[in-house]
């Protein structure tokens, strides 16, 4: 059984930051490819950052620039560091890992960006 933990979501006025974090726990061997996705009201879901075990990334065109993601492989987790948040981030931010070839997601953590 895996299970992810993600925090550091919340409301924040636009131009600002937050951190988030996803820990993965459980019947992990090695952990493939970490990304955080995010759902909007009414949109489909969408890759926002994604990051292989070797350090590799990929980023969605909206946030380059933007957000960073980085992982520790020695605690399983990975994180993203969101930097100048616009009202169009808004959404419910998950956290996904690739073990062998499954995938788990993480509950979700809400990003609020006021203007």
């Known amino acids: 059984q895996v299970h992810l933990t993600e925090s550091g979501g919340g409301l924040v006025q636009a131009g600002g930051s937050l951190r988030l974090s996803c820990a993965a726990s459980?019947?992990?061997?090695?952990?493939?490819?970490m990304g955080w996705y995010r759902q909007a009201p009414g949109k489909q879901r969408e890759l926002v950052a994604a990051?292989?075990?070797?350090?590799?990334?990929n980023y969605a065109d909206s946030v380059k620039g933007r957000f960073t993601i980085s992982r520790d492989n020695a605690k399983n987790t990975v994180y993203l560091q969101m930097n100048n948040l616009k009202p169009e981030d808004t959404a419910v931010y998950y956290c996904?890992?690739?073990?062998?070839?499954?995938?788990?997601w993480g509950q979700g953590t809400q990003v609020t960006v006021s203007s």
């Open positions: 459980g019947n992990i061997f090695n952990i493939n490819i």
């Open positions: 990051i292989t075990r070797g350090g590799t990334t």
């Open positions: 996904k890992i690739r073990v062998l070839v499954t995938d788990y």
